[in-house]
């Protein structure tokens, strides 16, 4: 059976414009997990009953750990609540949960927007693990202002910056940047706000190159079971019988194909 | 010795705990989460004739001690439920509750005549989802109308009837009373309260379909009160829900009339609420030496 | 230039916050915890032409994100509220409602007669206590019953006259408008939602009257979404209530359409927390540079 | 104006039987208060909104702290929350609040039953501090089981023990004690449980003296504003003009005589 688990507190860093990266020590939650999956993340308020979907931007398999990183949304928020957290205390999750990204191209572009680019870090870390040199994996992320997570992505794979500031790379968002510094690749793997992936999708159309791009819905099981969390799909799905899937179970990961934005 | 049976309309459950029509899918969803063998029965997501889409997105919203639903009774329809929802529940050691769901009157019984010779065992009928526009509010919020309804619904059923109520009502014993008259074989209650939720900082109602069913441990104290007057009202058997996510809250609802329980928005936040509510309901009652729940239902 | 002024029937307040019916005394025992001068108005307990003794105890329980209460109305009757409570307030600088209840049409009308030469800015007329088993509750919930009973209470009054509605209905807004019909200067809502808690222990309600008014963070979803309908389907102001804590859920209030927002059980665990949401609007408003609440209310 | 004060935790000791003892640094409250004052103290638990009236056990006024003790009385209770604090984190409280003991008689006979014990500590301090010697200050002491506090009492009092079990003391409860120990005095002073209050009105007016005993009521407001806690009095009150009292207010120490148990 799977089970929430109580997961202990390695690390917390704050980012800098409300958002934090958390370190846990959860070794059943991130033995199966991968890049594109999410985890449920349970509030110790008991006002605050459903889980907050965050996405993993890192997977420790040897240690048995996942590294989120998130936005505070808010002073009465429940990822208020999580920022206060310090090493040591605890925190239960549930997942991992959805299907992550699972086609791996020969010269992807990975696309992260906003608090859209740490799930980008897992993948271009999967990437490399399949063996992609540095050149062929590459990554444009489009901050607000500053940048984070810079030296984690340079690790691993090509990056091009932009910013809505223009304190960071380019003055622009991740469209932009594929276009000014003309980055090549066989397919997109986007996250981000709406817009940005209406933008990828149309992108991907203009290459004629597939983009997998993940959603985000407010949920609450998490698990595929209340129906919260739809999008429009172009076809009726096999599962629900009409123009829906669940982000939650049948994503959050989707073919731009697949799903109306 | 300890027995927790029930009785509901002459199908014998092993323990009094089932799961809220939509908050537990087909069950599906939860089997790797809980062993669904050890529910008394499982309520499924409501189910209409045809495929229903739903309400837009956003259809969830998070407030204070619970939450906000509009999904707005999104099913694959009664063909694809036959055919791939039922068999596997038929598999489970547990008893089978299918929530019905319907615009007009003749929906309800397409459903209802579908089930006619499948092997399920009890027929909930949803006439208080306060999310459908059309048919279904009117009928749950109307004595008259519910009355009727029930009458109808019990010429075609073939399994016993479970008309589930709702909560958004002046005086809910008067309608207790009309679906037991139209032929009500047991009750449920409560269904959701309609609830609204406003972003205001984007200036927006926070669900696409303004309002939605409000549920979680808020409601809990207003469900225990209906249900206590509804047992007071009408002789059939009630499964009480609204709130439940401890065996203290189930056995709360047993001792205001309930004689089955049901776990709804529980199952979002803690996925195996159910196996715990069952033991702790077992616990109770050998802390306190009850060997069977009709010691306690209704005992105040 | 921010203006928080708002208007409820001819009356202008200098800030659209006042405080629950019950909840605050009668202003007294608040004075060393609060500014009172600080707030829009104050609304008094409710008070009858008679001392009432009120329900036995246990009064109240803790649930789930709120209280029950069924305090039964306990006052020391009009002539002691006139000759002690009104003068206190009268010193004050904020505008003074008066919560007037009764078992019957005359004892409203004793009460609201006596209040005539008084300084007394507003009446309120609590015609929605569940925890009165006599007159009250009947015009509460029945729409006539309430027409009728505002009728009269406008022919007596020389107040403009706040009509409170209970929450325990089908329809609100039907409610809402027979009290506008009736001569309703302005309506006040939500009073408190009927619950009840069990001590399963002691197997015993926990409050001596079996059911207690709901009230706390738990109902705000309702109450919002009973104040967005009421705004819909009349046109007097409205006082809108219900689990208020924040400045962000009296904002959430106005938006939905009240003119006035009154903050209730969140006296009873921060004793100041009124002036926190006078601030917080006040905040909220040069964050988002609004110079009146005319430009948010009713916004969406 | 009268705030809510954030108190420190500066130690918690369990009793045993579910009964703690917890000191707070809380030097606002402990200025003004006095034996049969309480306070309300707040939950951090979002979903638990009431104070628990919790009297005093014992007054620091020179350091500004207070002592607590209570029982915790179930496992999802706000007392087991208040259970778990250790030393440097904090909790809200509000008062003092209500009257406490207020007429000091020659010969006291001090009554403490089952968790009514604890506020009688503090009312011993201040007989000792009006100069009454030990012999003077009787306290008869109710447990259920095992001895707390005795070193405290012993300190300041004359100390007699009872309790259910017969494990402390006689077994009987504290009427039996005053008999069976054959106390003497010219003023009872008593906490406990009703059944031990009224046992306790009846032997005051059998021995033709006061009896001054604490209260116990659900609270909603602790400030006289809800009118949640009122007990019955035997004349029309002056200030609710019916046979009510509040306890939080008027009381939650009253003479026997007012009131109806
Ligand atoms: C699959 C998925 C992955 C995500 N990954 C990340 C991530 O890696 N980092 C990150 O910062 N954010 C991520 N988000 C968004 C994140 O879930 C929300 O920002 C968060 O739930 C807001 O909660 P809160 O406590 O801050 O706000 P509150 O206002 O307290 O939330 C109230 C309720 O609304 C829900 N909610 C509010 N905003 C959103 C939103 N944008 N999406 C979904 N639910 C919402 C909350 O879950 C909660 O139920 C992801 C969302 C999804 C669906
Ligand atoms: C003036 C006064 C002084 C008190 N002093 C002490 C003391 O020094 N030590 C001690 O252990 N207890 C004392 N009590 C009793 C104490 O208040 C309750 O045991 C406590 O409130 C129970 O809360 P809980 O979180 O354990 O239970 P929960 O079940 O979580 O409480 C739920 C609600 O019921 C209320 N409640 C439950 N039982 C009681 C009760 N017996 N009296 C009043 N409210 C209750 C709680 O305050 C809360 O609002 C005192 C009570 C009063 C009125
Ligand atoms: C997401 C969601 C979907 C629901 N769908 C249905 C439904 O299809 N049919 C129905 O009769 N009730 C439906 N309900 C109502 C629940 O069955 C239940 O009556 C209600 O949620 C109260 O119980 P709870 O507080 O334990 O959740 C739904 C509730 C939720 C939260
Ligand atoms: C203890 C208590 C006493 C109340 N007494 C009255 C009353 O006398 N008259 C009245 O109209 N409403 C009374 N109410 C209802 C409140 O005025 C208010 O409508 C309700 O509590 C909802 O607001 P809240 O959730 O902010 O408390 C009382 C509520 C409480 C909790
Ligand atoms: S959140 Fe429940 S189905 Fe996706
Ligand atoms: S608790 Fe409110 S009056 Fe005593």
Known sequence: MKEVETAEVISQEAFGGDIYSLWLDAPVTAKTAHAGQFVSVFTNDSSKLLPRPISLCEVDHENGRLRLVYRVTGETAGTKQFSLLTEGETIDILGPLGNGYSEFSKKPILLGGGIGIPPMLELAKEFAGQGLAKEDISVVLGFRDAAFLLDEFEKVATVYLTSDSGNTGIKGNVIDGIHQYDVKGDALYACGPKPMLRAVKAEADAKGIPAWISLEERMACGIGACLGCVTETKDVDDHSKVHNKRICKDGPVFNAEEVVL | MINTEINIAGVIWKNPVTVSSGTFGSGMEFDEYVDINKLGAVTTKGVADKPWAGNPTPRIAEVYGGMLNAV?????????????????????????????????????????????????????????????????????????????????????????????????????????????????????????????????????????????????????????????????????????????????????????????????????????????????????????????????????
Chains 1, 4 share one sequence.
């Open chain 2, 72 to 300: 707005g009774l999104q099913n694959p329809g009664i063909e694809t439920f036959c055919s791939r929802d039922l068999p596997f529940l038929q598999k489970k050691d547990t008893r089978i509750i299918v929530n019905v769901c319907g615009h007009t009157l003749e929906e309800y019984l397409n459903v209802v005549d579908r089930l006619a010779d499948e092997k399920v065992d009890l027929l909930e009928i949803n006439v208080s989802c306060p999310n459908v526009k059309e048919g279904g509010i009117a009928f749950g919020v109307d004595p008259h109308a519910l009355n009727e309804v029930t009458k109808e619904v019990k010429k075609h059923a073939k399994q016993p009837i479970i008309m589930k109520l709702s909560p958004n009502v002046t005086d809910i014993a008067e309608m207790a009373r009309a679906a037991v008259d139209g032929g009500a074989d047991a009750l449920s209650l409560i269904n959701t309260l309609t609830g609204m939720k406003i972003d205001i900082e984007r200036r927006k109602f926070v669900l696409a379909n303004k309002t939605g069913g409000l549920s979680g441990p808020a409601v809990k104290p207003i469900a225990v009160r209906m249900v206590y007057q509804v047992a007071h009202a009408v002789d059939v058997p009630i499964i009480g829900m609204g709130g439940i996510q401890t065996a203290e809250d189930a056995i709360e609802f047993i001792m205001a009339g309930a004689t089955a329980v049901s776990v709804g928005t529980a199952n979002f936040y803690r996925p195996n609420v159910t196996e715990e509510v069952v033991e702790g309901i077992r616990n109770y009652m050998e802390r306190h030496h009850i060997e069977s729940l009709d010691e306690i239902r209704k005992c105040l």
